[in-house]
């Protein structure tokens, strides 16, 4: 995953200046937490295998 891919663009209310995802962004924010969600489960394997060894 490319460090660009991070960054967030959010809406701005036109009405109330107030900023909002759209579902765009809200799809890839999603795609995102569930790759986190990966790496973390995969580093927490490869910690706990290092300290069995
Ligand atoms: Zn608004």
Same mark, same amino acid.
């Given at each position: 995953? *490319?460090?660009?891919?991070?960054? &967030?663009?959010?809406? @701005? ?6 900023? #909002?995802?759209?579902?765009? @962004?809200?799809?890839?924010?999603? *795609? &995102? &937490? ?11 394997? @490869?910690? #706990?295998?290092? *300290?069995?060894?």
């Amino acid at each position: 995953m *490319k460090q660009s891919e991070l960054i &967030i663009q959010t809406n @701005v209310c036109s009405t109330c200046g107030e900023r #909002y995802f759209d579902d765009d @962004v809200m799809q890839n924010l999603e *795609k &995102i &937490i569930n790759e986190l969600r990966t790496l973390t489960t995969e580093m927490s394997i @490869v910690n #706990y295998a290092e *300290k069995v060894a």
